[in-house]
C-alpha cells in the first residue's frame, strides 16, 4: 500500500519526481530509489498518427483517459485531466475549436485560444498526449455524413442553437473513434452535453466509459468558462447572478417550494436586476430525460443561460427538496 500510495502522489503533480521501490531482504526492510528520465509530452496532430499511437498503447493492455477540450484550458479543464490521471495509465487531452458546433454569427473565430499556456498546463498535469488537429484534418474534402440525436437537444440550449449538438456529436464521435479511449471525461458544466454524450455513447455501442467532472468554481462561485474572458469589469459582477439564482433557487426549495413556476418567475425578475443581461432560457427538469418538470417532488435539475452583454454564459445545480 505504501509504495501505491506514493507512486501516485507523486504522479499525479505532472510528472515522475521519483519511484521508490520498498522491499525486504530476508526479514530487513530495504529502499530503491530510481529518478526517471523527464516526460516530455507527445504533441500529434493527424489522425492516423493518433490512432497508431493508441493501438501501441492499447496492445501493451494500458487504459487510455481522454479529455476532449476546445483549449484556453483553466482549472474546470485541469480537474478533468487530474480525474483522468488517477484513472487510467495514458493521459490524452485533445484542443480543437470545433467548428461544426457553432452557427452563423457565433464566435468561432474570435474563441479565445493560447495553445502555449495549455501545453504548459498539460504538462504540469500529467498528460502524455495532446492531440492539436486542425479542421482540414478531421474534416476534409467533401465531407457528408452528419449525426443527430431525436430527443435530447429539443431543450435547453437546444431551443435557441439547433445545429449545436448536431456538431457536438459528430466531432465526439470522431475523436472516438481516433483516440480509442477506454474512459472519457466531460463537465458538468455543459450538463446538456454530458447527458448527449452519454446517451450516444449507449446509442451506438461505445466501448467507453463516460465520466462527469464536478463544476469547478471561482472564489465568488462564478462557474470557469473560457468565455469568462470577454467579460469587462462591470460585466463579471453582472454575470455573478447565474451562481447567485441557483443559490437562491436551492434555498426556495429546501424551505419547501415546490411549484417550478414560482420558482423561475421569481428568479427572471432577480436576474433582470442585473445591468446588461438577457435570459436564454430557466428550466427546472429531469434529470435524465431533461423535460419540465412542473412540480418538484425530487431532484431536479435547474439550468439557465443568460447572456451578459455579447457574452453568453450557461450554469446549473441539482435542486432536492
Known amino acids: 500500500m505504501l509504495v501505491d500510495f506514493f507512486t501516485r502522489l507523486l504522479y499525479c503533480r505532472g510528472k515522475w519526481i521519483c519511484f521508490i521501490l520498498f522491499y525486504k531482504y530476508g526479514n530487513k526492510p530495504c529502499s530503491i530509489q530510481l529518478w526517471p528520465e523527464e516526460t516530455i509530452i507527445k504533441i500529434v496532430t493527424t489522425v ?3 490512432q497508431a499511437r493508441s493501438e501501441s498503447i492499447r496492445n501493451q493492455e494500458k487504459k487510455i483517459a481522454f479529455v476532449p477540450t476546445m483549449g484556453f484550458l483553466h482549472d474546470g ?3 478533468l485531466l487530474r ?7 495514458d493521459l490524452v487531452l485533445s484542443i480543437f475549436v470545433n467548428p461544426t458546433q457553432f452557427s452563423a454569427g457565433e464566435d468561432y473565430d474570435s474563441y479565445p485560444r493560447d495553445l502555449e499556456k495549455d501545453l504548459q498546463l498539460a504538462e504540469k498535469e500529467g498528460v502524455d498526449t495532446v492531440f492539436t488537429p486542425t479542421k482540414e484534418e478531421l474534416f476534409g474534402k467533401n465531407f457528408q455524413t452528419g449525426i ?3 430527443k435530447l ?16 456529436a459528430l466531432v465526439v464521435t470522431k475523436l472516438f473513434n481516433i483516440v480509442k479511449p477506454h474512459v472519457a471525461i466531460f463537465g458538468e458544466k455543459d450538463f446538456q452535453q454530458l447527458a448527449i454524450i452519454r446517451q450516444m455513447a449507449r446509442d451506438l455501442d461505445f ?7 464536478a463544476i469547478v468554481r471561482e472564489a465568488d462561485g462564478l462557474a470557469m468558462s473560457s468565455r469568462n474572458t470577454y467579460l469587462s469589469s462591470e460585466q463579471r459582477k453582472a454575470a455573478l447572478c447565474l451562481y447567485n439564482t441557483l443559490q437562491k433557487s436551492k434555498k426556495m ?6 411549484n417550478s413556476s414560482n420558482i423561475i ?5 432577480f436576474i433582470h436586476r442585473h445591468k446588461e443581461t438577457q435570459i436564454d432560457y430557466i428550466s427546472i427538469c429531469d434529470p435524465e430525460t431533461l423535460d419540465d418538470i412542473d412540480s418538484i417532488n425530487g431532484p431536479v435539475l435547474m439550468a439557465l443561460a443568460v447572456k451578459v452583454g455579447k457574452t453568453r454564459l450557461i450554469d446549473n445545480m441539482i435542486l432536492s427538496p
Not at 207 to 213: K, S
Request: aromatic content about 2%.
Open 83 to 89: 480525474k483522468g490521471r488517477l484513472s487510467c495509465d
Open 153 to 168: 437537444p429539443r431543450h435547453l440550449c437546444g431551443l435557441s442553437r439547433p445545429s449545436h449538438f448536431q456538431g457536438v
Open 77 to 79: 479543464h485541469c480537474s
Open 48 to 50: 492516423k498518427e493518433m
Open 148 to 150: 443527430e440525436l431525436t
Open 253 to 258: 426549495v429546501e424551505q419547501g417550494e415546490k
Open 207 to 213: 466501448d467507453i466509459r463516460i465520466e462527469g467532472g
Open 265 to 269: 418567475n421569481e428568479m427572471t425578475i
